[in-house]
């Protein structure tokens, strides 16, 4: 069988992953556009890594990546 999920929110995607579980053929609609949280995050962090306040990289990827 085949579902169609409207949306990768909270609802979306447990909907999406359960029809999957139970054998459906899963397509999942998303207008917004690509998600990317590790650009978003070290982004962020930019100036105060100028500064030398948090260190090197791994540094850096200790506290933003856990």
Same mark, same amino acid.
């Given at each position: 069988?085949?579902? $169609? +999920? +409207?949306?990768?929110?909270?609802?979306?995607?447990?909907?999406?992953?359960?029809?999957?579980?139970?054998? #459906?053929? +899963?397509?999942?609609?998303?207008?917004?556009?690509?998600?990317?949280? #590790?650009? &978003?995050? /070290?982004? /962020?962090a %930019?100036? *105060?890594?100028? %500064?030398? *306040? !948090?260190?090197?990289? &791994? $540094? !850096?990827? %200790?506290?933003?990546?856990?």
């Amino acid at each position: 069988m085949k579902a $169609i +999920v +409207v949306g990768t929110g909270a609802g979306g995607a447990t909907a999406a992953r359960e029809l999957s579980a139970q054998g #459906f053929k +899963v397509t999942i609609l998303e207008a917004g556009g690509t998600f990317k949280p #590790f650009r &978003r995050l /070290l982004s /962020l962090a %930019t100036p *105060l890594r100028k %500064t030398g *306040l !948090l260190g090197d990289e &791994r $540094i !850096l990827a %200790t506290y933003f990546l856990q």
